[in-house]
């Protein structure tokens, strides 16, 4: 079957003889986004960005554009970069480029489900910035920063509600090096709400890694004050604002934030690029106390400013509990009624106990060897089954081991994470859960350690446990 010059492509259309469309599942400025299987790597799934046929920019243009961006994905090979594959061009010369394919949601879509707490608001920040200064040390700069293009993917292998970044579409990003890229000065490159001051004025060859700090401050107030820093009713008000006014003060509009953490959005959004910090890993590092969540204080806030922690519920979402009190009243009146006519029980007979003797037969209590973590700690106790060997696993799933604990052993710890999580999604095997529990643990990631250690098999907890606090997590 052959693509049509429609913007849809239909369901089994075959791209260069290797995959087969399955559905939608994005649109963007410049192209389309499906699912699609793999014929020749049976059960590999992939998502394939295919060139809009309505596309604004000329057409030559964009798919320059378009190459560019599957060239610069290809090279840029780290953990929270969408991973590049493959390229080419449809029957009526669209061009387009095959990545991993990705489960989760964008920022945007997560931001409009509810606000995020200060160390998931970190740990966003603190990915997505590793992602940028990556690239920045390639010589690249993204230049379109905006909670569109960062990815939460799922990693369900550690726990249901885990993710990590995945930092989306080098479309239109500069080579610092390159000397075809169009730089015009009246060309606007980038979404207006998020682009810094220069990109605003068209100064295209002023753009520096600066610029895509800028867009991770941006980023990172609205995620922090919960409305974006610069508005306007008009694009050319919002060019504005950017350019000449400063944003509501941030420390006011959320006030529990530490006094660091303001300053240090305040200096990446300088107007002059020479202000901010010298690299955008310098940024995410200045907002390190976001790591510590001041609830109290946050509820205080929130108290003095007359706003309620939780959202009031309408009247019909209690009558569910209030049947269930009612109930519960009723059931507990028979239960007392019963109580009543029961005859008092007998008194235990009395025995006398020294407190300072201990029964010669009982010896003294054994301290533990590792103690559980405080997620751990209120469960029931009972013994640990002692580790077994691991079951043999096909040559494919031992290669993406092996590889995941040479990261771990190298300190490479995101890497070790996406390798054993991709080990899973073949084989679920014990070594995988202990890597990924051990490299949560030496990125020091307390959360979702504690999370993927419930999935580690239970005989193999103490180890695992003993080794975090060497690699010095916390517990």
């Known amino acids: 079957m052959t693509a049509s010059a429609d913007d849809h492509l239909p369901s089994g259309t075959i791209l260069a003889e290797s995959y087969a469309l399955v559905r939608p599942l994005a649109r963007g400025g410049m192209g389309t986004v499906y699912e699609a299987t793999h014929l020749r790597l049976a059960g590999r799934r992939v998502a394939i960005k295919v060139l809009r046929a309505d596309a604004t920019l000329s057409r030559r243009e964009v798919a320059s554009r378009f190459r560019r961006e599957a060239e610069i994905c290809s090279t840029l090979k780290h953990p929270h970069i969408v991973t590049v594959t493959d390229w080419g061009t449809l029957a009526d010369e669209r061009p387009f480029f095959v990545m991993e394919l990705l489960e989760g949601l964008p920022l945007d879509r997560r931001m409009g489900q509810g606000r995020l707490d200060q160390a998931q608001i970190y740990r966003i920040l603190d990915q997505a910035g590793a992602a940028l200064q990556h690239a920045h040390d390639q010589g690249i700069v993204h230049r379109d920063v905006k909670p569109s293009n960062i990815f939460l993917e799922s990693i369900g292998a550690v726990a249901a509600d885990a993710w990590q970044v995945k930092v989306l579409d080098f479309g239109i990003s500069k080579v610092l090096t390159a000397n075809t890229l169009e730089t015009t000065e009246v060309k606007l490159i980038g979404s207006p709400r ?4 220069e990109q605003a004025r068209g100064k295209n060859e002023e753009i520096t890694p600066s610029a ?8 990172a107030y609205e995620l922090l004050a919960g409305q974006p820093a610069f508005t306007g009713d008009t694009l050319s008000s919002m060019l504005f604002n950017i350019v000449y006014e400063q944003p509501p003060p941030l420390g006011e509009l959320a006030p529990h934030l530490p006094p660091a953490v303001v300053a240090a959005v305040a200096r990446a959004m300088a107007k002059d690029p020479a202000d901010r910090f010298p690299a955008v890993v310098d940024f995410v590092a200045a907002l390190g106390e ?12 929130m108290a003095s400013r007359g706003r309620r922690p939780l959202r009031r519920r309408p009247w019909r979402a ?3 509990a209030l049947g269930l009190s009612v109930l519960g009243g009723l059931a507990a009146a028979g239960i007392l009624v019963r109580f009543r006519d029961a005859p008092p029980p007998s008194p235990p007979p009395s025995v006398e106990v020294s407190p300072r003797s201990e029964p010669a037969s009982s010896p003294p209590a054994a301290e533990p060897e590792v103690e559980p973590p405080p997620a751990l700690a209120s469960a029931p106790s009972r013994p640990s089954p002692p580790a077994s060997p691991d079951p043999p696993v096909p040559p494919a799933v031992e290669g993406l081991l092996a590889e995941a604990e040479a990261a771990l052993a190298d300190g490479e710890w995101a890497e070790a994470i996406r390798l054993a999580t991709r080990s899973i999604g073949q084989l679920d095997t014990p070594r995988a859960r202990r890597t990924i529990a051990l490299a949560y643990c030496g990125r020091g990631d307390l959360e979702l350690s504690r999370a993927a250690l419930h999935r580690v098999r239970a ?11 060497e690699l010095g997590l916390a517990w």
Request: net charge neutral; glycine share 6%.
């Open 290 to 301: 976001l790591q510590h969540e001041p609830t109290d204080r946050l509820a205080d806030t």
């Open 318 to 320: 209690w009558l569910p």
């Open 194 to 197: 998020y682009m810094s001051p």
């Open 459 to 469: 005989g193999d907890r103490p180890a695992v446990v003993r080794r975090c606090r």
């Open 212 to 219: 895509d700090q800028w867009g991770l401050a941006t980023v």
